[in-house]
C-alpha cells in the first residue's frame, strides 16, 4: 500500500490545534503591518526563519507576538478563514479549535468573527470547527474567571468546552476554582492540557478538579501507573502531539516517543498537530511520520481517526452521520491505495 498517499487522502478529525499557533508568517506579517506593530523581521522569509522552533521561551514569545496583533473581529476572522483553508486542504473535516480570547475585543464580537468564518468554510470548502474557549494558566484569575463567563455566553453558538492551556509550572486548575464552579452549574465541559511539561500530578488535577473530559497531551501519564490504570478504565481520550513533544523537550526525538507504550497500556490515544506551523508539521505530517517511525499500518491509522471522531463533543445524529461517511470512505480508500 501507498501509506503516505492513503493518508494525505484521507478523511480527518483535529481535537487539539490552536488558532493563533496557526497563523501563517505572511499573515502575522500583514496584520502587524496593518496595525503598526513591529516585529523582529519586516519580511515574509524573516518571519519564516523567526518561527522555527528554538525552546519554550521563543514559542511564548511568539505566540504573545501574534496575540498582540489581534486587534479587530476582521483579523479573527482572517485568521479563523485561513485556518479552514489549511483543514481543508488536508480533508480535515471538522476541528474542535482551541482559542484563546484577547481581552481588548468584546467577545460577542470575537464569536461573530468565528462563527462568520466557520459558515464561510462549511459553505466555500466543506470543513467546519467548533471552539474550545482557553484559559491561559499564567493570566491572574480574573481575567481566568472572566473567560469562563465568555465560554458559558458562547454555549450553543459554537463553544464546546472550556480550556487550559500556557504553563503548567506553579499554574494548576485549582488556581480557577470561581471558572470551574462556573462552568459547572453551566454545562460546558472541561478539555484541559495537561501532562505535557509537569507529569502525573498535573493530569490527576485536571481529572479530579476540573472533570475533564478529554486531556490535551497527557503523555506524562505513564510517570504513575495508577493513573495509567484511572485513565485505561475510564477511557479518557489523550489528544497527543507527537512533534510538539519532540519540539518542546517533552522527548528528545520522535523515535523516543511514548505513544507506542500509551497504546500498548490501552489508553485512548488521538493524533494531533498542536500549532502547525510554529513546530514545522501538520496533522497529515504526524499521521505520515508516526506511521514511518512506529510501524503503523492503514487499519491502525484509521483506528485513530475514528477514535477522534467517537469522541468529538458533537450531537449524537451528527456524530453517527460522520461515522458512516468515514467508514464508507475509508472501505474505498484501502482498496485504491492497497
Known sequence: MNLPDFIR??????????????????????????????????????????YTFRDFPHFVEIYGVIC????????????????LQGQASQNIRYTELTYTPPRRIPFDEQ???????????????????????????????EVGNLIADWAISGMGQGVIALGLGGPEVDNPPEKYPEA?????????????????TVGAAS????????????????????????????????????????TSNVCLKVVDQLENHPLPHLLEAGLYVTLNS???????????????????????DANRIEQFVMDALRVTILPADQKAKLMGQYQAEFATLKSRYS
Open 9 to 50: 487522502a484521507m478523511p480527518k478529525i483535529e481535537l487539539h490545534v490552536h488558532l493563533q499557533g496557526s497563523t501563517r508568517p505572511e499573515t502575522l506579517l500583514k496584520l502587524a503591518q496593518h496595525h503598526h506593530i513591529a516585529l523582529p523581521a519586516d519580511t515574509v522569509e524573516g518571519i519564516r526563519e523567526w
Open 68 to 83: 498582540d496583533c489581534i486587534q479587530a473581529p476582521d483579523d479573527i476572522e482572517l485568521l479563523a478563514r485561513e485556518f
Open 111 to 141: 464569536l461573530d468573527a468565528l462563527n462568520r468564518a466557520r459558515v464561510w468554510g462549511e459553505a466555500e470548502l466543506g470543513v467546519t470547527m467548533n471552539y474550545i474557549v482557553d484559559i491561559p494558566r499564567e493570566c491572574e484569575v
Open 180 to 196: 470551574y464552579a462556573k462552568i459547572k452549574a453551566a454545562g460546558l465541559i472541561s478539555i484541559p492540557h495537561a501532562g505535557e
Open 203 to 242: 493530569i490527576w488535577s485536571a481529572l479530579k478538579f476540573t472533570d475533564a473530559v478529554r486531556i490535551g497531551h497527557g503523555v506524562r501519564c505513564l510517570e504513575d501507573p495508577a493513573l495509567v490504570e484511572e485513565l485505561r478504565r475510564r477511557q479518557i481520550p489523550l489528544e497527543v502531539c507527537p
Open 274 to 296: 498542536d500549532d502547525p506551523p510554529m513546530f514545522n508539521t501538520t496533522l497529515t505530517e504526524e499521521y505520515i511520520r508516526c506511521a514511518d517511525v512506529f510501524g503503523f
